[in-house]
C-alpha cells in the first residue's frame, strides 16, 4: 500500500530549528515530496528527493532520507513565522501513472 | 503564467444536491489529477487524466462522481446527488508529462465542498 504518517501537529519558537516527520511503508517509492500549504492557497512544492539519495539541502530546508527506516524529514533551519503552514509529504513510484500519495500533513505554528 | 485556477472556491449544498466544480490546468499541461482531503485527513488520490483520457480513476469513491476533461483542457468534477461524506476540499492539479522523473505538481487553491 501507499501509507504515508506524519504527526499533525508541531509548535517552534521563532529562530529555533523545525524538524518535521514522515513515514512510509511502501519501499519502491522513486521519489518523495516536501509541499506546503499557507491558508487558504493551494499546495506549493517546497523540494523533493530521490530514492537513492540520503540528503538534499536547499537555503534553509535540509531534506534527509533513510530508507531502510522508511522515513523522510524536512528541516527549517532559523523558522520564522511565514513558515507556519501545513507541510505534506508525498511519494511516487516508477509504476502507474506517477500519482502522488500524500500523508495527513503537519500543521507547523511558529511562536514568536 | 497562469496557475492551476479552480472554481467555486467554497461550495455549501443540502444533502442530495449536485455540484460541478470546475479546474483550469496550466495550458500545456497534458497531466490532470483531483485530488480530496477530509478534514484533518491525508489527501487522497481520486483520478488522472492526460489530456482527455482516464488515465486512472482508481481513487473515485463510487459513482457518484462523475470527472470529464473535454478537448483535454479544463476539468469537470460533478457530485450528484451529494451526501454529508462529500464534504472536504477538493484539490486540482496539473503536471507536464512525466516519463520516470519526480512528478512536480503544481496544485489549485482548492474548492472547499460542505454538504448540509
Known amino acids: 500500500g501507499e501509507d504515508v504518517e506524519q504527526s499533525l501537529f508541531l509548535s517552534v519558537r521563532e529562530g529555533d530549528s523545525s524538524v518535521i516527520n514522515c513515514t512510509y511503508t511502501d519501499s519502491s517509492s522513486t521519489y518523495l515530496y516536501w509541499y506546503k500549504q499557507e491558508p487558504g492557497a493551494g499546495l506549493q512544492l517546497l523540494t523533493y528527493i530521490f530514492s537513492n539519495m540520503d540528503m538534499k539541502q536547499d537555503q534553509r530546508l535540509t531534506v534527509l532520507l533513510n530508507k531502510k527506516d522508511k522515513h523522510l524529514s524536512l528541516r527549517i533551519a532559523d523558522t520564522q513565522t511565514g513558515d507556519s503552514a501545513i507541510y505534506f509529504c508525498a511519494e511516487s513510484f516508477r509504476t502507474g501513472a506517477n500519482n502522488l500519495f500524500f500523508g495527513t500533513g503537519t500543521r507547523l505554528t511558529v511562536i514568536p | 503564467e497562469a496557475g492551476v485556477t479552480q472554481f467555486p472556491s467554497h461550495s455549501v449544498i443540502e444533502k442530495g444536491q449536485t455540484v460541478t466544480l470546475r479546474c483550469d490546468p496550466i495550458s500545456g499541461h497534458d497531466n490532470l489529477y483531483w485530488y480530496r482531503r477530509v478534514m484533518g485527513k491525508e489527501i487522497k488520490f481520486l483520478l488522472h487524466?492526460?489530456?482527455?483520457?482516464?488515465?486512472?480513476e482508481s481513487g473515485m469513491p463510487n459513482n457518484r462522481f462523475l470527472a470529464e476533461r473535454t478537448g483535454g483542457t479544463y476539468s469537470t468534477l460533478k457530485v450528484q446527488p451529494a451526501e454529508l461524506e462529500d464534504s472536504g476540499v477538493y484539490f486540482c492539479?496539473?503536471?507536464?508529462?512525466?516519463?520516470?522523473?519526480?512528478?512536480?505538481?503544481?496544485f489549485g487553491a482548492g474548492s472547499r465542498l460542505t454538504v448540509l
Open positions: 487524466f492526460v489530456k482527455e483520457s482516464k488515465q486512472d
Open positions: 492539479a496539473s503536471s507536464q508529462r512525466t516519463v520516470s522523473g519526480a512528478n512536480v505538481l503544481t
